[in-house]
């Protein structure tokens, strides 16, 4: 702010010369603002940085993310149980009960007599491994024969280990029931859904009939986008079958277990699985149902230019 003015506006509105201790005071409030001015531009300017970016962000890249974070939750499940840090994400529990409850059956009061001096532990499946859960502790594995052989250290006294060998019930569960290939095969089309999508035309200059500069942004090819959609479908319906299988396959598994021990082992569906399945195909159908909406609108929009 120009000092002089200051002293003008000062004399004006008090109808009197400024003393010295006015014009020092003028002077400090001359440099803040000067100061605020110098750096209050620079903060509008970030502002408008960042927001610049808003416009070129289109309706295909929100696609994208979808799909991006569709992908990120199936890779999660998939290796699920494959470390200790993954260990809650896991398709079947088995464990021991503590005190479960009588039958007359010869066979269930066997069944309970061979599991009494079992050890606490719970066996979690899934796709690409095993995590045991014994005496506070935790080793993940792919192979059951150096899970048996961890239970075999673990056991105190009389304790018998796994005396219904759950872990090799789990293992064949994991082998012969579930089947991971469809997750693999509907990663890669999602996968190849963003590679396509990521080829739409973006905004860029065109100059117009007059010699002016304006920013266009052109409809994306309608090959590529069929061939997107299709790629989408197909990751859809798989990871839709998926969803539904590992489901079914994991409430049926605590079931059998229940029945066929009598009630002296149970069975638990893993929560945090199921989450991350349903939550993947809830993403993937939204992409999806997006492509169709925008090339349906395009198609549209195409006939009534022509």
């Known amino acids: 702010m120009n000092i002089r003015l200051a002293l003008f506006m000062y004399s004006m509105v008090s109808g009197q010369n400024p003393l010295v201790e006015d014009v020092m005071t003028i002077c400090y409030f001359s440099e803040s603002l000067d100061s605020w001015e110098r750096h209050t531009p620079i903060k509008s300017e970030l502002s408008v940085f960042q927001l ?20 990120t ?123 396509l999508m990521a080829t739409f035309p973006g905004w860029h200059e065109d100059n117009t009939s007059n010699g002016s500069e304006r920013e266009v942004k052109p409809f994306p090819s309608r090959a590529v986008s069929k061939a997107a959609l299709g790629c989408l479908v197909v990751s859809c319906v798989l990871t839709l079958l998926s969803g539904f299988w590992q489901h079914l396959s994991s409430s049926s598994a605590t079931t059998m277990v229940k029945f066929f021990t009598y009630g002296v082992a149970t069975g638990h569906v893993g929560a945090g699985a199921m989450a991350l399945g349903w939550l993947a195909t809830f993403f993937l159908i939204v992409a999806c149902i997006g492509l169709l909406v925008m090339i349906l609108s395009i198609s549209v929009l195409s006939n009534l230019a022509g």
């Open 52 to 71: 610049s970016f808003l416009p070129y962000i289109g309706y295909h890249h929100v696609l994208m993310i979808f799909l991006v974070i569709s992908v």
């Open 73 to 195: 939750l199936i890779s999660i499940l998939i290796a699920g149980c494959t470390s200790d840090s993954l260990a809650g994400i896991y398709l079947l529990s088995l464990s021991y009960v503590s005190n479960p409850e009588p039958s007359a059956s010869n066979v269930a009061a066997s069944i309970a007599e061979v599991a009494a001096n079992r050890t606490s532990m719970e066996i979690r499946a899934g796709y690409m491994g095993m995590c045991l859960l014994v005496s506070g502790q935790s080793i993940c594995s792919k192979n059951s024969g150096s899970l048996e052989a961890f239970v075999r250290r673990a056991t105190i006294g009389d304790e018998s280990g796994d005396p219904l060998n759950l872990i090799h019930a789990a293992q064949k569960f994991r082998e012969e029931t579930v089947f991971v290939a469809l997750l693999f095969i509907s990663i890669v089309a999602a996968i190849a859904a963003i590679l």
